[in-house]
């Protein structure tokens, strides 16, 4: 056999040109084309996760509930302890507690205005609770969006390249269909953990909500009591 054909078919013979990429150049493209797209891409996560932790332990604060609450609300306003029933109020971190308060600092008026007036409360905790969420939900859509507008500049780089060339070669316009992939990627990690942490939030304080209405029937009831 001819010793050339041998070196041919050898498998030692062969060599693989490899080139490593930094965790930066895969970022930011070649000559940073994709941080005009990155940038705000992280930023926006930066923020976004901020605002998912600092929801999560006000949520946390909100859901949780001192034992006993209503029953020794009953003892007090029963025994004549507006005041009391205040503090309880006050020392509570629940969002329930203070539309409490807001409804014993009504006494003595209607039915009707005490009601309004928790209910009033409420909107405002509820209000306070899903503070910034809309920047979450704003992200989860726009962030997808941004990335594929990077895909898109991408590939019209791709394709402005590939006019001007007299033959296709893989080194002109990979940097362009990196970018193009790594601003998708971009985007849609953002845009998943923006979902996902509003959706899990939403979720949440819809929990909350529902334990402060039930806790404004319990308190309405006590005062429709025969003796109130």
């Not at 009601?115 to 503070?131: C, H, P, Y």
């Not at 939900?137 to 006019?163: H, Q, R």
């Amino acid at each position: 056999m001819n010793p050339l054909l041998l070196q041919i078919d050898t498998p030692e013979n062969i060599q693989v040109a490899t080139t490593e990429v930094s965790l930066w150049e895969l970022v930011a493209g070649e000559n940073g084309q994709s941080l005009f797209i990155m940038i705000p891409l992280m930023i926006m996560s930066v923020i976004a996760v901020y605002i998912f932790v600092e929801r999560f332990l006000a949520v946390n604060r909100a859901s949780k509930e001192e034992k006993d609450f209503m029953s020794k609300i009953k003892d007090y306003l029963k025994d004549g302890k507006i005041d009391s029933a205040k503090d309880l109020c006050a020392r509570s971190e629940n969002p329930a507690a203070r539309m409490i308060e807001k409804g014993i600092s009504r006494l003595g008026k209607s039915q009707k205005d005490i009601a309004a007036s928790i209910e009033n409360t409420g909107k405002l905790e509820v209000m306070r609770l899903e503070q910034r969420l809309n920047f979450l939900a704003t992200s989860a859509g726009a962030a997808p969006m941004i990335g594929f507008l990077g895909t898109t500049i991408g590939m019209v780089n791709v394709f402005i390249e590939m006019k001007s060339m007299q033959s296709l070669e893989l080194s002109t316009i990979s940097p362009g269909i990196m970018q193009a992939m790594i601003t998708t990627v971009g985007g849609l990690i953002v845009g998943i953990i923006s979902y996902v942490g509003y959706n899990y939030l939403v979720g949440r304080i819809e929990k909350v909500v529902y334990k402060m209405e039930n806790t404004a029937i319990d308190f309405m009831d006590l005062l429709n009591e025969p003796g109130k």
